[in-house]
């Protein structure tokens, strides 16, 4: 019997959250079993290219975006597209956004299995925001399957109905905890990077994310400027990028920090960061199931954490919430009387992360076996 062709539809392979999961469980399939291959939209090559061709996968790049305004060409590029590719067994789409109208489309080709897959438990602000829940309005009618992250990301896409009916599969973010373990080869790295931006004696206030209004990131500057007042070595070390890495630069200088903030850009490998992090900071206003706040635990790093944020991740004791509207002091004071035991052995919280679900090597057997099921080959 063939393998299973599973098509992954997603804006671009960049680095980032999503991409690096979906590619955390390319990397793990029995090809014999199952195979991925990728829907973009991004005409440029990007990160995670090179890696997916190598893995066997294809890469389709399809044109034009969706921008509302161009429904219609939209529609009937994927129908075109879909005809044009029977081998397709399912479909597995992460851009929630446009899931009605691409999902429509591999239906109406004949493919045998639509799923949608919810990552993100909120919106951006203004038009944009409001176009998407627009957008996300009946998607739990459109496909077979229904995924989410997390309670909340399946509540905010599909409806509250929806996820109460009992229809959505929680799939958290998994990845290889053990690449998040301190250990000889991590430790060496760390040392590089405190010796690369000065932080051997610091006190290390982390972040790892990208730039955009969900991970709230003036907020975080807030909270830093605090503890700089009540510790004057501190330093924050900002890893990620995105669009709104400029104005977040801009605020820094605003606040008379940019001297204490480094910005460390997009990184393939994370591990050694947290290994520098006495903390990690993370208020964001809203998330599906950040993957950055199970790396922390992974590498024994205690986390500040918004309680706007699923509590399906605080899964240790090194997380603690906290409100959004407590303020920045209290964001400060609970950093600063956060105390992370280096010396310390985390295998018992990397076994808790398992039980939970967040390992990927069961969650990619998990996943082969319900493809298996859902493409009538098992």
């Not at 390319?26 to 090559?45: A, G, I, M, S, W």
């Not at 850009?265 to 050694?272: F, H, K, L």
Request: charged share 25%.
């Amino acid at each position: 019997m063939s393998a299973v062709n599973v098509l992954q539809v997603i804006g671009e392979l960049e680095l980032g959250g999503a991409e690096s999961r979906i590619m955390d469980i390319t990397r793990r399939l029995d090809p014999e079993r199952c195979h991925y291959d990728f829907l973009v939209f991004n005409q440029k090559r990007q990160h995670y290219d090179s890696e997916a061709e190598a893995l066997g996968c294809r890469i389709y790049r399809l044109s034009p975006r969706f921008r509302l305004y161009n429904w219609g060409s939209y529609r009937r590029a994927l129908e075109k597209f879909f005809y044009a590719h029977p081998e397709i067994d399912i479909v597995q789409g992460h851009m929630t956004s446009s899931a009605r109208i691409y999902l429509k489309a591999a239906k109406k080709a004949g493919v045998k299995c639509t799923i949608a897959h919810a990552r993100s438990a909120g919106t951006d602000p203004g038009i944009k925001g409001m176009i998407t829940r627009y957008m996300r309005l009946g998607l739990d009618r459109c496909a077979d399957e229904l995924f989410a992250c997390s309670t909340e990301a399946a509540a905010a896409v599909y409806g509250r109905a929806a996820y109460e009916s009992g229809r959505v599969r929680i799939i958290p973010n998994a990845l290889e905890l053990a690449e998040f373990a301190p250990g000889a080869a991590v430790c060496d790295k760390a040392a590089e990077i405190r010796e690369r931006y000065g932080l051997t004696d610091a006190y290390v206030v982390g972040h790892v994310g990208r730039f955009h209004y969900a991970k709230n990131h003036e907020f975080l500057l807030e909270i830093f400027e605090k503890i700089k007042r009540k510790k004057p070595g501190a330093k924050l070390l900002l890893v990620g990028g995105g669009e709104r890495e400029g104005f977040i630069r801009e605020t820094a200088e605003r606040l008379k920090l940019s001297d204490d903030c480094i910005f460390a850009g997009m990184q393939a490998d994370t591990a050694p960061f947290y290994s520098v992090m006495d903390v990690m900071v993370f208020p964001s206003r809203y998330e599906g199931l950040p993957g950055t706040v199970v790396e922390a635990q992974a590498a024994g790093v205690p986390c500040i954490m918004s309680d706007a944020v699923t509590k399906e991740v605080a899964v240790t004791e090194l997380v603690k919430t906290m409100s959004l509207t407590a303020g920045s002091d209290s964001w400060a004071d609970a950093a600063l009387m956060t105390v992370r035991e280096r010396d310390g052995d985390n295998a018992g919280n990397i076994e808790i992360l398992k039980d939970k679900g967040f390992d990927v090597n069961a969650q990619t057997e998990m996943l082969m076996d319900l493809y298996e099921r859902l493409a009538g080959k098992k």
